[in-house]
């Protein structure tokens, strides 16, 4: 079974920015895609971010672009987000999610942000932001 610990969540005003980290116990973490989605309470959960398992593709949900980057560091079996000119309706808990097997894009856009489509999930970190 594969772990994945989210941390670097917390409160911050618009316009700042917060760092997020996934860590996984994966042994073969280089053939994992590895996504962000986010949760706001009575909401379905949202894509985020999502970077292929060999590191030289990524793909963002509109919302973010041009504001939050995904990066992965292989050596500590890690997952970044770095989130700047942060918004209010960036809220929510941000969940890390795991999809084994070297699979991208494989069902196209949206199999790639569907909840559905991956395996491990963390237990999630909450950003704030205020206004």
């Known amino acids: 079974q594969v772990q994945l610990v989210e941390s670097g969540g917390g409160l911050v005003q618009a316009g700042g920015s917060l760092r997020l980290s996934c860590t996984t116990s994966a042994r073969t973490f280089d053939s ?4 962000w989605f986010r949760q706001v309470p009575g909401k379905e ?3 985020v971010a999502a970077i292929k398992w060999s590191g030289d593709s990524t793909y963002y949900a509109d919302s973010v ?3 939050f980057t995904i990066s992965r560091d292989n050596a500590k079996n890690t ?3 770095q989130m ?3 918004k209010p309706e960036d809220t929510a808990v941000y969940y890390c999610a795991a999809r084994p097997g070297r699979l991208w894009m494989t069902r196209g856009i949206e199999g790639i942000a569907s909840p559905n489509d991956y395996d491990y999930w963390g237990q999630g970190t909450q ?5």
């Open 32 to 35: 994992y895609t590895m996504t």
């Open 79 to 81: 997952v970044l987000l």
């Open 45 to 47: 959960r949202e894509f």
């Open 84 to 86: 700047n000119r942060l």
């Open 65 to 67: 672009k041009g504001r």
């Open 127 to 131: 950003v704030t932001v205020s206004s």
